[in-house]
Nanobody, 121 residues
Framework: QVQLVESGGGLVQPGGSLRLSCAAS????????MGWYRQAPGEQRELVAT???????NYADAVKGRFTISLDVAKNTVYLQMNSLKPDDTAVYYC?????????????WGWGQGTQVTVSS
């Protein structure tokens, strides 16, 4: 019904920047919320940032002041601008979304395939 496709991961030096994108396609009537989680090797998946359709934004304490989440409703795409990257930010980053798929307000909730971010010199 809905597909989430991420892009923008890669290898970056400490202090560098990356911008992740996640586009929702398929049966997208509207968006309730979209966000980013990450999972480092041997660790649990954790919230990075979420943005809601009413404009509310949540950030994990570890990324406040360094990462910025934004939503382009016209493109059904969420972005994560990551600045001042640290080695501890190394992880697979997953897009997550709750999408309204029809006029009856039925919803779809799911994940993208993940994109690797590696911060290393």
């Amino acid at each position: 019904q809905v597909q989430l496709v991420e892009s923008g991961g890669g290898l970056v030096q400490p202090g560098g920047s990356l911008r992740l994108s996640c586009a929702a396609s398929g049966s997208v009537f509207s968006i309730n919320d979209m966000g980013w989680y990450r999972q480092a090797p041997g660790e649990q998946r954790e919230l990075v940032a979420t943005i809601f359709s009413d404009g509310r934004i949540n950030y994990a304490d570890a990324v406040k002041g360094r990462f910025t989440i934004s939503l382009d409703v016209a493109k059904n795409t969420v972005y994560l601008q990551m600045n001042s990257l640290k080695p501890d930010d190394t992880a697979v980053y997953y897009c997550n979304a709750e999408i309204v798929i029809d006029s009856d307000a039925s919803t779809w909730w799911g994940w993208g395939q993940g994109t690797q971010v590696t911060v290393s010199s």
